[in-house]
């Protein structure tokens, strides 16, 4: 069960559960909104439902409830398998939840519960240098890095990864001279929907620093004087930055050079 935060983020509620065969109880519940989810295990798989509600005392839960989408894919590096360590992660800052799995031999993964609806970003792990170059998807909605899953239809993910992350060394600077202690961060394009590409990094006491990890592709550079106190993470604070940003374009396995102007 999650409690359902200013209606945009859903926490996991500390609840007791007791029962049967027959049924179950939930008790120690604070009034509010919430969302029930209810996995059913299944012979070879699982399958399960959720419902919304507004709880203000003593109740019966609804019987009535939305099932929820199972979500699997493929992954493919030109067209050939890919080490069978490698990790797909569905990530919900909203429902703060993760759910990750390792693929199997010949690249396919199908993760073991059902899924709930909200927005995840999609990465993948596991084995040092891979990246997702694209992705397509049926059965939901997909902007950038952001599977967005609105209904219990399957959600079926086609990966396409790459090998070689990058790399960037620079400097951040004020007239020239070298500047410590400033928020060095690397925006990515369409930036609301694709937060697992920021890169982020704190100048040292020559001004210098190094962004690692890079999945290749455009993004904007910047220093931010005094920038750990900002909210970074809001497309719209980070946009008088960008316009002053360095526009700056990394290549599978490259290292490059900077100098980045302090805001």
Known sequence: MFYSLFDDALVNADTAMAGGPDGFELTGIAPGPYVLQVISPQEGDSSG???????????????RSAPLAVVGGIVKFNDTPVPASL???LVSSQLSRRYGLRITGEGAFKFSGPVIPGKYEISVGGVPNWYIRSISVTGARLSGRTLDISGSEPVRLALNVGHGLGRIDGTAVRDGRPIAGAMILLIPRDAENNSVLFRRDQSDSDGTFTLYNVVPGSYSLVAIEDGWHLLWSDSRVLERYMRLGQSIHISSGAKNQATVELQ
């Not at 439902?49 to 019987?63: A, F, N, V, W």
């Open 87 to 89: 990790i797909v992660t």
């Open 49 to 63: 439902s959720y419902q919304e509600m507004d709880i203000s005392g003593d109740m019966d839960l609804p019987t």
